[in-house]
């Protein structure tokens, strides 16, 4: 048995984090059964991704919350997704618990049919993307045979007396409500006086950055090679919103873009949707560019523009066609008067 705990400071301790202990019992997992109150879109794709890539051949995951909750589109397109994944190649299933709200959180991990480990606690599947959204969790790890046991049964007696395929269920009232940056780290939303005020001071400096549709870089750095730790072998997958933009020597080389190591690599920025956070230019020439304190901030406000479009599904690769849905292929960064603040449009007509 084994405590596992967030860790943010100033509250620090010894113990390991739920995401730790989960990634570490991945490798020794042939099968996975998971029931939780909530999950988001993004965990959905990195469960998927991080069973695929620790070659964990059954996943079967309940959701106790939503069906009285409400998905947002994203999220109930994602499960749905991910249970035809799953149905389709004999590997598991996405069930809903409909007669109740269920708000538990189990993880019960298999080898060869046998339980030889679980963890119970407050962590709900947006866990396993470390997400920093400054919630402090609290679970614990278990191993000995009667919790396992028990544990194994009531996910058992759950999913037979109390779920349905989410397949079976027509879901067709949604959660509009959809704010990915919302509670966010590093991430503040600004009022709409002071989103005006920045528009209004904007100058005619203006460096138009293209995204581009590399496979496994830039907004698609998900589909490259996860982090493996050697000492383990565990394979960690690149986060769904973690996102680097390279940007062309041709725009970084003009006057008046941040410079890599000067005063000006690191600035605030407000965008035209009324978010504010920091960015850093980095690298050669000043080609990498990205937000500070998390790499996903960038991800999120550029992939999650064109999820709410209905341009970009997630799990699915940012291309030139999910651009050319949205309407746009490059965000502006133009220079305003105020002091260490530029402003980000990527809005469309």
Sequence with gaps: MDFLYSNFPPMRTDSPTFADAFYELLPQTDELDIAVGYITSDSLIELQRAAELNRVNKVNLIIGMHYFDRFTRTEYRTAKQLNDFLTQNNHGEVRLVTPFRFHGKLYSFKQNDNVFAGIIGSNNLSSIVDSRNGIYEASMLINDRDSLN???????????????????????????????LEGQDYVEKVSAEELFRCMNERTELTFNIPIKDAPKSNLNVFFGKGRETMTTGVIRPRHW???????????????????????????????????????????????????????????????GRLENADALAVGEPVTRDVLERYGRDYFSLTKTRIPDLWYLDFGVN
């Design 150 to 180: 028990k544990m194994d049964n009531f996910i058992r007696e759950l999913n037979v007396s109390s779920t349905q395929n989410i397949a079976d269920l027509t879901i067709e009232d949604f959660n509009q409500h959809n704010d990915l």
């Design 241 to 303: 919103y973690e996102s680097e933009i390279i940007v062309s020597k041709a725009i970084t080389s003009i006057q008046g873009y941040p410079k890599a190591n000067t005063d000006t690599a690191s600035f605030n920025v407000i965008t035209d949707d009324g978010w504010k956070f920091r960015c850093k230019v980095s690298g050669d020439y000043s080609k990498n560019f990205r937000t500070e304190g998390d790499l996903r901030i960038l991800g999120k406000w550029l992939k």
